[in-house]
């Protein structure tokens, strides 16, 4: 089945500073990789997504890339604000399966 | 607000009992998720049901059962609870039968299960 590393496990930076994110997947049938943004007390809300037949999408601060060839998707957040502080998730979903999540990222931005 | 509703919030309960999760999806999605979250495991799919019908499984235990109601609505039942059943329990509703950039998850808050 489906593995998704994801790295760093935390990550701390100073506001106004970028953030990257990275995750790896075994399966090569996975053709959709959402990125899940979860804080305390509350359910994982997705923050964007990309398909595995583009390579980057961008939306305001938040950007994912994806290479295919070397299977792995990342993260990047700009700016970035003390209320970008939570948990990050990635995750990779292939057509028959099941969608797989990383273990995750603990985001601190310190103002 | 995701639109989706889980119900309890939280649930204390002693080992050996069994429980009742309920999560109503967003309104007009067809499949239900539902994922458990501990510290150890991360998010850990369980099991989804499309328009009623079971779809995929994943590391669901014997002693766990779900279903999906003509409402769409969905349970999952745990019973013979033990200690290390104590995680979050989340659900989670797409739009069709696989999430794609159509048809995103969209979780609920969760379900906080305690077994004493």
């Known amino acids: 089945g489906e593995n998704v590393e994801q790295h760093p496990s935390t990550l701390s930076v100073q506001e106004g500073d970028s953030a990257v994110i990275k995750c790896t997947y075994s399966d090569s049938a996975s053709n959709y990789f959402p990125w899940y943004k979860q804080e305390l007390g509350k359910g994982p809300q997705l923050i964007i997504d990309?398909?595995?037949?583009?390579g980057e999408k961008k939306d305001q601060r938040i950007a994912v890339t994806l290479n295919k060839t070397a299977k792995h998707f990342s993260l990047h957040i700009t700016e970035t604000q003390p209320e970008d502080s939570a948990v990050y998730f990635c995750a990779a979903f292939t057509s028959y399966g099941k969608l797989t999540f990383g273990q995750g990222t603990i985001l601190t931005v310190h103002p | 607000d995701s639109g989706v509703t889980q119900t309890p919030k939280h649930l204390i309960t002693a080992t050996g009992q069994r429980v009742t999760l309920r999560c109503s999806p967003r309104s007009g999605d067809l499949s239900v998720y539902w994922y458990q979250q501990s510290l150890d495991q991360g998010l850990q799919f369980l099991i989804q049901?499309?328009?009623?019908?079971?779809?995929a499984k994943g590391n669901i235990l014997e002693r766990f059962s779900a279903q999906q109601f003509p409402d769409l609505h969905s349970e999952l039942n745990l019973s013979s609870l033990e200690l290390g059943d104590s995680a979050l329990y989340f659900c989670a509703s797409s739009a069709w039968g696989g999430p794609s950039s159509n048809s995103p998850l969209h979780f609920g808050n969760g379900t906080r299960l305690t077994v004493t």
């Open positions: 990309i398909r595995s037949n583009v």
């Open positions: 049901y499309y328009n009623g019908e079971e779809r």
